[in-house]
């Protein structure tokens, strides 16, 4: 499945949908506000725009999402292996390796990962 690009504040949006969903709209609103500022305007601005790219639905007044947080993770992965490293993993984990010191036990868990052939 080919995700859609989900901008930041977007993002933040989703990562509140996901927590609460499925939510009705007006309280996914009072959630928006709270948490992120926004009016109920933009929230509704924002729940158009991504139903318009199937990211959520929004279903008489109860909004859903269409793709889980786990699958927005990986496109952006997917998009910054991409861009930035010419899709090489190798390249994007030296570089992440040098950038921040990893402990022992993070060694241990990706080692792990690889050796479940990343499940």
């Not at 859903?64 to 930035?84: A, G, H, R």
């Amino acid at each position: 499945m080919n995700i859609p690009k989900i901008f930041e504040s977007e993002y933040r949006f989703c990562l509140i949908l996901w927590e609460n969903e499925p939510i009705k709209s007006t309280k996914l609103a009072l959630l928006c506000k709270e948490k992120l500022g926004w009016s109920k305007t933009t929230v509704y601005t924002v729940i158009k725009r991504l139903s318009e790219r199937k990211i959520i639905k929004n279903e008489n007044t109860i909004v859903t999402s269409l793709v889980s947080k786990q699958q927005v993770q990986i496109s952006e992965i997917d998009d910054l292996l991409e861009n930035k490293f010419e899709g090489s993993l190798p390249a994007f984990i030296a570089a992440f390796a040098k950038r921040q010191k990893l402990t022992e036990k993070e060694i241990n868990q990706i080692r792990d990962i690889i050796d479940k052939g990343g499940a």
